[in-house]
């Protein structure tokens, strides 16, 4: 329950922060978010007022458009107008002109006048319609006042003004003799008695050109109209006559009325649109006033549309105009609503679709975070579930050590046979229990990615014989047979991680003897690029499951270790043979020195375990490797297992850089394969790291030679390869017979060159026949052929059979064969004296050695730390003294004094350790000069430097603190609190480092 | 008898609810007859620095503000009495305390300072008790005249 609390508190402080963080990273990430949700509808009225905006300035642009075009059709329709009018205006002004000019001939020429009255109304008449503008002409004779008397009674009438009062006297007169019909009413006028028709008068004479009035009503019509008025000249006025010369010619007056409004009005109707437009005539003699002489008198304020085209009517005097426009604005054309119409729309749409888009990419954008939430909650779940397991695991272990160590005790106290039994039970269980745990928490680590691999020299050789020491018990219940085969290639010391590599095979091996009843077991290491070679020369590799043709000898049996027949026959002799088949027999030389040679610094190794048992079945194949996974229920039922151990090899093979695979038949065998990457180690490297995990072969067997008798191949190879180590040479035959040939050829004279063992396998071994061929041998010594007979040696499988045959033989091996089984054996036999290794000395006493009767310094603040220190330190002997800070260190270590050495805290208050040490070191550097200033001056005592030895002891033992250390002048550091192998390692250090200082 | 049992229930009580560690045995190694009392000693003095760099801490929280160069300073001490004495539940604690005052959160501090305070306290009463035991067991081995 404690061990849970903490756990969780644990959890709690270490991933606060980061947890802290990371929410903080979302919030800001949802108020961006939040923030750029918030400034789209900114943005989407932004767009709607552009797309307005748009729309109305195809609006305007099109509406320009149409009112330019109508500007301009009303130009020309006003142009057109304009100058039909002036044309129309201009041809009956000329035949007032051709008139004028008839009156002068026949009116003044011929005498009597041959026209009168009725000629004149006659001709006229008839003649009007080359007047159509004129709705009637009349002539006025210009008379003095001299004259009037004489021309009133020629006529017989009375000139009268235009009031119908008898004319007064005026300088002149002029009266209409001759008129029209239609302007009758103007006969007998004075046409000089009115203003108007005066002034024009006196105008046309001078000038010689048709004149016109002001606009005005006219008497007959009450139609706006101008009066025309023309002088009739005398016929023999010069073209080039002078305005004086014009007056005296002068000898009448023609003139008309121009009814401009009948005239406009008929002029407009032949024109097309004059429905559309509206025209107005002027007479703008006056600028500031312009009189209407056609159209409505009220000038429109539709100033929006006017063009004003001038008119000639032959006067220079008075200046008309024509203004024109249209009666109605002209219509919108559809287009100008519906094109803006349609941009606005298309604009909307567009709008909507990226609307559309953004929002799509906003949920994406969400989704995607969503999905990022959960993946990291997800991939924190995982990672807190394989630290929970890590941590619960090892909580597991600690009191469970506690069981298994308490377990031990009791059952090295004096207890009952069934205690015993039942203490060894609750061991066995605990034992499995810290297994199952130990591979649960290596997963975890795995999964946590906290396995890390230590790289180590390590003999590869006698790490597989310690794993196949470990299944005696099994195999000699089972009586199955186990053996290791490592080639020549592989090199003796590898680096890599000898406790993870022996995890694994003992794993697999594990797994093989337990599924295996009968047959082998054969683990056989190789490098992996012979391996490929190997398979590369036999083509027919086999496949899982599938039956492929095994090779067999004549008698049934496969050429295996056992001669079961085996799922990948890579093992099977054939095979195996080529990996031999380079170097025969490897001779004295220790084996792997050829390959230390080779320049690649990098290994593969190919490890395989070849079994002849159950057999995976072919459902359960591609599930193998999953953890907790095991073939079938029944599985684990008959043979017990968690079915972790695979994974978890799985997991190690791949960390060490190489691939678990296995080859499996039903009920034939199984075959894994894992290969791994190691380096090479130099052999100098070795020369003592690794003695802690191998124990050296003894090398007194070396140049021996020995016959070995076995019918098989493979298993012949296995033997050899074990007596090769113990560096003695093997010959190899078939059967009992051919040996003691052997033996007899070998007969040389030294003893040293005879075969001095003769191995036997069991099942060559045939008591009946055989033992006749041993008698032979015997036979042979009484005959002093042979000086001394060989040993024999019998390797059985079973214990069964050591009792057996121990009559027979000098000694009997048990199987599984190892190097050091044999040599022990032979040492018994032989008697050979093999040098035993000095036990590492006993650490403990001796840094007892190291320590005892020094004078040893510590420093700590803290009191606790410094009673600890201080007894610790006591155990081993020293003489320890105390202080609480590093200025009465300071000041007790002023040269000279007593100690040996110091332990120092690092972090002190005032003065920490690194300070402490400085000033330490300084003071001896002065103590030293001073020291050789005597000397010198002294001659000969050389007395040693003082240096006094400072550890530095830390709690947090990283690389930075180490430097550190080093850097302020320390000569190393211990952690706290002591650990006795650390503190022997400083320790020793420091003395090997430093020649002992006090003698 | 029944003390020694006592004392044997309480100390395998304590390494297996994780409070104390290793250390502790080592501890327990060292004492021998030139120093009888030495785990006594150790325990006593680590429970008098304890208590007292406790108060200090809760001085030091409780100010408005809070300097926490000072608090580090006093939670190493503690950290390195309590991995000297195997306290390593106190010691966890510590760690995480020296966590909360680099990062100056004065929030966690105070939680922290609370936990090492129970983690303490409860160490200091089984100390006790197993100091009181410790006596009774030695009494009653040599039971005096």
Redesign the interface.
Known sequence: ???GS?LG??ED??R??EKEAKQQQQLQLRQRHAARRGRRPLAALAFVAMAVACSAAVHWQLRRETMERAELRLVSMCEERARMLQEQFGVTVNHVHALSILISIFHFEKNPSAIDQDTFAKYTAMTSFERPLLNGIAYAERIFPHEKEMFERKHGWIMKTMNREAAPLQEEYAPVIFSQDTVSYLARMDMMSGEEDRENILRARTTGKPVLTNPFRLLGSNHLGVVLTFAVYRPNLPADASVEQRVEATAGYLGGAFDVETLVENLLSKLAGNQDILVNVYDVTNASEPMAMYGSQTPDDKVGLLHVSMLDFGDPFRRHEMRCSYTQKPPLPWSAISNPLGTFVIWMLVGYIICAAWSRYDKVTEDCRKMEELKTQAEAADIAKSQFLATVSH?IR??MN?VLGMLDMLLGTDLTMTQKDFAQTAQGCGKNLIRLINDVLDRAKFEAGRLELEAVPFDLRSLLDDVISLFPSKLKEKSIELAVFVCDDVPKLVIGDPWRFQQIVTNLVGNAVKFTERGHVFVRVSLAEQSNVETCRVPNVTLNGKDCKVESTANGAFNTLSGFQAADERNSWEYFKLLLSDKELPSNELEGEKCNQMDADQVTLMISIEDTGVGIPLHAQDRVFTPFMQADSSTSRNYGGTGIGLSISKCLAELMGGQISFTSRPSIGSTFTFSAVVKRASEDTSSDSERSLCEALPTAFRGMKAILVDGKPVRSAVTRYHLNRLGITVQVVNNMSMGVQAFGQNGATESREKPSMLFIQNDIWRPETDIQLLNRLHALRMNGQVHELPKLILLVTSEADKEKYGSTFNAVLCKPIRASTIASCLQQLLQVEIPVRKENQNRPSFLRNLLVGKNILVV??????L???H??L??YGAKVHCVESGKDAISLLQPPHFFDACFM?V?M?EMDGFEATRQIREMEKKANEEKREQSTSAEGSTSADWHLPVLAMT?DVIQATYDKCIKSGMDGYVS???DEQQLYQAVSRLVVGTTDPAP | MAAAMQLNTLM?NM?????LDD?FQ??QM???P??PD?VA??VT??CE?GERIIGELAKLLDKPAVDFDKVD?FV??L???S????AQ?VK??CI?FR??CQ?K?RD?CLK?LD?VRNDFYDLRSKFQTMLQLEQQVQASFYPKQ
Do not use: C, I, W, Y
Request: hydrophobic share 30%; net charge positive; glycine share 14%.
């Open positions: 329950m404690g061990s903490k508190k644990k402080g270490g606060g922060m909580e600690t009191p506690g700590d603040d803290n009191k606790v730390n009673r600890v220190a007894a610790a006591k155990k805290d972090q208050p709690a706290k609190p002591f | 395998s390494f297996a609810t994780g409070l250390q080592q501890l060292l004492q021998d030139s120093a030495f000693e150790v003095l680590f620095d300073a190493h001490q950290k390195g009495s991995a000297s004495v195997g539940r966890n604690t995480q966590e909360f990062g959160s966690g922290t936990a």
